[in-house]
């Protein structure tokens, strides 16, 4: 009978496959199968783990970001500059001074005479003359030059023994005096407020300035029999100074103005300068009244020294180039 005797492929030589009834030797080649695959299974699990590549993570989601703040409102515009017609122009100034006051003239630490040197020098003086130049510095700043001087003559009649510039002076002599004080000023006046001036009508400057007064003083007593020759000499301060002025716009051409300046060294000299004034515009000129004070004292560290506060009233004309 065709295909009888011949085993068939996978089951086992002794039984056919229509037989139901296996036994246990089938049984055991099977299981031996299935043990086989598992075991190569578990040998070829741990590879592929390793080669499996590590799974990507996912990145951090970002940080809640702060609401950002409002912007600022924008700044105001700047408000408009506006200068008055005597800032930044360059003026010429002559001013008359009525001042009073008597230089005093005494012996410092340095003189070694006996006879003492202490006189008010007679002939008040009357009448100052000053000049003052004015010129741009830069916006509402402005440099000036301001010049004076004033002299006076006068007699008296020695009480004591004196000595004047080391040439002595017998009591009771008749003596003929002459002084004469000049002062020059250079000024750097900043203006430091408000600001932005605008269309401000005040304008508060600081002064920065240089000055020098010289002072001069002569003796004669031409019936003496001591003085024989005429007694004269001078004495000079220079100093820087330092102050603070104002000036008020009343309107467009009149303006008010005060300064203050000075400075002082112990035993070696001192100024002061303190003036106010009123000033009309009237086209190309300006005039002005007011007053002024000027103290000056020359270093007592010498053989003789010279001081005075003068003071009064002055009127003033200007006349602006530009």
């Known amino acids: 009978m065709l295909g009888r005797g011949i085993p068939t492929r996978g089951w086992p030589a002794t039984r056919a496959p229509g037989n139901t009834n296996f036994d246990e030797g089938y049984v055991k080649h099977i299981l031996r199968r299935w043990y086989c695959v598992c075991l190569l299974v578990c040998w070829i699990s741990p590879g592929w783990a390793q080669e499996q590549p590590p799974a990507e993570q996912a990145p951090p989601a970002p940080a809640p970001q702060a609401p950002k703040p409002p912007s600022p409102p924008p700044l105001p515009p700047r408000p408009v500059d506006v200068k008055m017609p005597d800032e930044g122009a360059i003026s010429i100034g002559l001013w008359g001074w009525g001042l009073t006051g008597q230089p005093v003239f005494d012996s410092g630490t340095l003189q070694a005479s006996t006879e003492g040197s202490h006189v008010r020098m007679p002939g008040e003086a009357r009448f100052g003359r000053g000049a003052d130049v004015s010129l741009p510095a830069g916006g509402h700043n402005a440099l000036r030059i301001i010049y004076f001087d004033t002299k006076a003559a006068g007699n008296f009649t020695a009480p004591v023994d004196l000595n004047f510039w080391s040439i002595p002076f017998s009591a009771g002599d008749y003596v003929y005096t002459n002084y004469r004080v000049r002062s020059a000023k250079i000024s750097y006046e900043f203006v430091s407020w408000p600001f932005p001036i605008g269309s401000r009508k005040i304008?508060?400057?600081?002064?920065?300035?240089?000055?020098?007064?010289?002072?001069?003083?002569?003796?004669?007593?031409?019936?003496?029999?001591?003085?024989?020759?005429?007694?004269?000499?001078?004495?000079?301060?220079?100093?820087?100074?330092?102050?603070?002025?104002?000036?008020?716009?009343?309107?467009?051409?009149?303006?008010?103005?005060?300064?203050?300046?000075?400075?002082?060294?112990?035993?070696?000299?001192?100024?002061?300068?303190?003036?106010?004034?009123?000033?009309?515009?009237?086209?190309?000129?300006?005039?002005?009244?007011?007053?002024?004070?000027?103290?000056?004292?020359?270093?007592?560290?010498?053989?003789?020294?010279?001081k005075e506060l003068f003071g009064g009233p002055f009127v003033g004309v200007k006349f602006f180039l530009n």
């Open 203 to 306: 304008r508060v400057k600081t002064l920065w300035q240089a000055q020098v007064t010289r002072i001069e003083a002569n003796f004669n007593a031409p019936l003496s029999t001591t003085a024989t020759i005429p007694a004269g000499g001078s004495k000079t301060v220079v100093l820087p100074t330092i102050g603070m002025g104002v000036s008020y716009y009343l309107s467009k051409n009149l303006r008010f103005d005060a300064d203050a300046s000075g400075f002082l060294i112990p035993h070696h000299g001192a100024i002061g300068d303190v003036d106010s004034s009123i000033g009309y515009r009237i086209s190309k000129l300006e005039f002005q009244v007011g007053a002024k004070l000027y103290y000056f004292k020359t270093s007592t560290h010498s053989d003789f020294y010279m």
